[in-house]
């Protein structure tokens, strides 16, 4: 059973711009903390952003800090991630987590930025 589901990922240029979305309707989504990771190719999964339960509070991933914003409506049980002047460096499958030990993952997006 898929519990979260992110969309938006697909191919942009150095530059532009993509927002992913992470959907969980059948959870409990506004009693926790969310985030967002990414793998690239070849490399270990990397922390990007996460945000509280409330959407008050957000940290960020140095590598992504000023381009990314992470935010959520809880009425719509959904996460976002706006990603802004993307890098080639970024790369990667993207995938959302419910901020805690045991929390679900998502199945993953994948974002490419051409050159």
């Known amino acids: 059973q898929v519990h979260l589901v992110e969309s938006g990922g697909g191919l942009v240029q150095a530059g532009g711009s993509l927002r992913l979305s992470c959907a969980a309707p059948?959870?409990?989504?506004?009693?926790?903390?969310m985030a967002w990771y990414r793998r690239a190719p070849g490399k270990e999964r990397e922390f990007i952003a996460t945000?509280?339960?409330?959407?008050?509070?957000?940290r960020y991933a140095d590598s992504v800090k000023g381009r990314f914003t992470i935010s959520r409506d809880n009425s719509k049980k959904t996460l976002y991630l706006q990603m802004d002047r993307l890098h080639t460096e970024d790369t990667a499958i993207y995938y959302c987590?419910?901020?805690?030990?045991?929390?679900?993952w998502g199945q993953g997006t994948q974002v490419t930025v051409s050159a």
């Open positions: 059948r959870r409990p989504f506004s009693s926790y903390d």
């Open positions: 987590h419910e901020d805690f030990d045991v929390g679900y």
């Open positions: 945000i509280n339960w409330n959407g008050r509070n957000t």
